[in-house]
Every structure is written in C-alpha cells, then in structure tokens.
C-alpha cells in the first residue's frame, strides 16, 4: 500500500508560479511511475504529467514549456514546478503512482490561478 499526500496548492495571480509536492509513504517510492493530474469543474480528470522510474518525463501538450516534474527517490517525494500559470489552470492537482496493477492517488490540492 502507497499513501500519497499532495501540498503546495493555493491561489496565484496569472504568470506567478507554484511548486506542488507528493509525498509518498513506504520504501518503495522509487520504483513506481509517478504522473500529475488535474480536474477542472465539470471536466474529465486530465494528464498532466509524468515521470516514470527511470526519470523519462513527458508532458501534456498545454504545459509544455511552463511546467516541470522531478522526483527526489531519496525523500519520497515527486514535484511540479508550476510557471507562467493561467487561469486554465485552475483545477485540483492530484499526485499518482503506478506500476502493473497497482494504482494509487492523492486526495488532491485546488490550484486557483486568477486576478
């Protein structure tokens, strides 16, 4: 069993920046292909982005550029360096982990991007 723990969400103007992190318990973080997603009001949860165990990073086309994910295998933590945020933006982050059948999530934090 993973539990996943999400910080870092708040509200910022248009163009500022966040970094949100997901803490994850056990020891075997490491192995485990991690991914951020978001959910905006009355929209499908989407990709935001992912990293797998080995470090290979992919984005979803409308962060490109703005957004970076990372991992720290040493303090069990995965990140999401979030610049020149907009209000499309907005949503619930949430934190994931996966590998084979095992799937797990974070309850979420709210990022509010507005003026």
């Known amino acids: 069993q993973v539990q996943l723990v999400e910080s870092g969400g708040g509200m910022v103007q248009p163009g500022g920046s966040l970094r949100l992190s997901c803490a994850a318990s056990g020891s075997i973080f490491r192995i485990f292909n991690m991914g951020w997603y978001r959910q905006a009001p009355g929209k499908q949860r989407e990709l935001v982005a992912t990293i797998t165990s080995g470090n290979k990073t992919n984005y979803a086309d409308s962060v490109k550029g703005r957004f970076t994910i990372s991992r720290d295998n040493a303090k069990n933590t995965m990140y999401l360096q979030m610049n020149s945020l907009k209000p499309e933006d907005t949503a619930v982050y949430y934190c994931?982990?996966?590998?084979?059948?095992?799937?797990?999530w974070g309850q979420g934090t709210q990022v509010t991007v507005s003026s």
């Open positions: 994931n982990a996966a590998l084979l059948k095992y799937n797990y």
